[in-house]
């Protein structure tokens, strides 16, 4: 997938507990364990035990063997359930006592998720295409169980520890186990296109529940399960999908009132899932009009600073949809400012709510590289709210409403929005961007300057951990870190986020009048850091050579060459 960005994603920092940590618990835990108190031998019932014993159920031992007999006890039950239903049509009492046998049946088949070993038997044996076959069973009932013991065998940590478990989802994929899933999703009573309230059972409701969370499990050990080029999953089933996603979103409830229901919620999570990475899934996304659904879901929360823990939940998972749909077509970076967006947007980073880190980073990838929405951001005033948050993401919360304020990712996505105003705004919307770092005596120099220092920090201090690293592997005789390794973990210390901050100094300095003095004025800042010009210039360069691993080469020159130009103007007496 070609991305919007020219610039990797900085990652999460790692915490690691110090060793002295770790054995102050194991102290600890040696100390609990010695004043456990003693159980005295008269005080256990034994007949109670052994009666708990005799009476709990008898599970038999998982093998080939047993495998073989499930299957074919499935089978044989779908069978005489399907002969009874074409025998006599329309008398269910002829059949209803069929339908509670093959129900019994198909519960058995979940104890193979105790043995992922046995999984390749399964599908040899045509379980798994059994299983696919009765999504489509008339009874939704039916439907439900075989969703149930889909959901127990694809758990995501049997899939992902268990290398025989893969035949599993290969099989299901070849007898489009996808397609057969999403459409009994539509059929267990909740699919309301007209978004209106769901009138499923429970049991269809927690089968839905289960379906979506089959979907998840299958993306953990195939991300690209959406990918177009591979053929996977059928366009019909991907737009059925995403259709029903929308429509859960858009069902009533949940406006911002703490009425979020399960699958509502887990809709939201879905949708965000599907979206990342998936060029095909943003793009029937897009044809969807899937962006107003989104909008209007997230609008009823404008004002809030806090809502129920489902309802945050519920909005940072659709800001996240929003932000992958984002991505990487510029079409829908359009379609989403014509429905008000950015406005939108703009109001969560106002008010200063749970969701303001979320608006701020889909603000950030509908700017990236699209020049029609960035003037449209400076037009309807965002600078405003832009620099309001630039100044104060270290202040302006309150102890309370913390949670709405992530003061790494804040930097990053503000830094980026200012980066991509710089690169595509010209003339009077230019100059009303670089008339805001004149406002209250250059007090926003400073605090780039700030902002500087304080990554520039961070990463000597990480480049020393790094020598020091290097040197200890080298005495143990271990391999060294791969240059991508290194890089990753610069990153995760805030090298991109440096690198934008400087672009923005290199942009103040060029498009500044000579009255202004700002290149003597961030000379002064700098150097009280110890610091200078040629530091910032030397990490825009860095910026410059890490462009182009993700957009086409001819763009990626582009990028190069203009902020190899800015970084020379840096150390220039004027712009020549």
């Avoid at 835990?29 to 014993?53: G, H, T, W």
């Avoid at 359930?81 to 088949?109: A, G, Y």
């Avoid at 992922?116 to 299983?131: A, F, R």
């Avoid at 499923?200 to 690209?224: C, K, Q």
């Amino acid at each position: 997938m070609a991305s919007k960005r020219s610039w990797p994603v900085a990652f999460d920092e790692d915490v690691r507990m110090p060793d002295e940590g770790k054995q102050a618990k194991r102290d600890n835990d040696e100390v609990e364990f010695e004043n456990e108190p003693e159980i005295e031998e008269e005080s256990v019932d034994y007949d109670a035990i052994a009666k708990l014993v005799d009476e709990a159920p008898q599970v038999e031992a998982v093998d080939s063997l047993a495998v073989k007999k499930l299957v074919l006890g499935l089978e044989k039950k779908i069978n005489q359930n399907q002969m009874l239903r074409v025998k006599f049509p329309d008398k269910p009492e002829k059949f209803v006592e069929s339908e509670v046998d093959l129900d019994d049946e198909i519960k058995k088949l979940s104890v193979v998720a105790t043995a992922p070993e046995l999984y390749p038997e399964l599908v040899e044996l045509g379980g798994v295409q059994q299983l696919v076959t009765l999504l489509s069973h008339d009874n939704t009932d039916i439907v439900a169980e075989a969703v149930g013991v889909l959901h127990e065998l694809t758990d995501a940590d049997t899939l992902t520890e268990a290398d025989e478990a893969l035949s599993l989802v290969e099989a299901f994929l070849k007898n489009q186990g996808i397609e057969a899933l999403v459409a009994a999703i539509r059929r267990l009573g909740l699919d309301d296109s007209q978004g209106g309230a769901s009138t499923g059972s429970a049991e269809e409701a927690r089968a839905v529940h289960e379906a979506l969370g089959i979907l998840e499990n299958l993306l953990e050990v195939r991300p690209d399960l959406y990918d177009e080029a591979n053929g996977t999953v059928s366009e019909q089933a991907r737009e059925q999908l995403l259709r029903f996603l929308l429509s859960r979103i858009s069902a009533s409830g949940g406006s911002g009132r703490g009425s979020i229901d399960d699958i509502k919620l887990y809709a939201a999570e879905s949708l965000a899932m599907l979206l990342q990475g998936a060029v095909a899934n943003q793009r029937q996304f897009g044809a969807l009009n899937g962006f107003e659904p989104v909008l209007t879901a997230i609008a009823p929360y404008r004002k809030r600073v806090e809502a129920p823990l489902d309802d945050e939940e519920f909005v940072g998972n659709l800001l996240d949809a929003l932000a992958a749909a984002l991505g990487s077509q510029s079409d829908l970076q359009r379609d989403f400012a014509r429905l008000d967006g950015l406005q939108l947007m703009l109001r969560l980073v106002k008010v200063k709510g749970f969701a303001r880190a979320g608006a701020l980073r889909v603000i950030d990838y509908a700017l990236a590289r699209h020049s029609d929405n960035c003037r449209k951001f400076v037009e309807m005033l965002g600078l405003k709210t832009l620099f309001a948050a630039f100044m104060k993401v270290q202040r302006s919360a309150s102890s309370k409403h913390r949670k709405g304020f992530d003061e790494r990712a804040d930097n990053e996505h503000i830094a980026a929005i200012i980066v991509s105003l710089f690169r595509h705004v010209r003339g009077q919307l230019l100059q009303r961007l670089q008339g805001k770092f004149r406002e209250n005596d250059g007090e926003k120099l400073e605090r780039l300057v700030e902002l500087h220092d304080t990554y520039w920090r961070r990463l000597q201090q990480l480049e020393k951990q790094i020598a020091d690293d290097t040197l200890q592997l080298k005495l143990e005789l271990e391999e060294a870190p791969t240059e991508d390794e290194l890089t990753a973990r610069r990153l995760d210390g805030g090298l991109y986020t440096l690198q934008l901050i400087d672009t923005i100094i290199a942009y103040v300095v060029y498009h500044a009048e000579p009255a202004d003095r700002f290149r003597d004025r961030f000379e002064k800042l700098l150097s009280v850091h110890g610091q200078s010009l040629r530091d910032v210039h030397a990490t825009v360069l860095g910026y410059v050579k890490s462009i182009g691993n993700t957009i086409d080469e001819d763009e990626a020159e582009r990028d190069r060459t203009h902020l190899k130009h800015l970084a020379d103007a840096l150390l220039q007496d004027s712009r020549s």
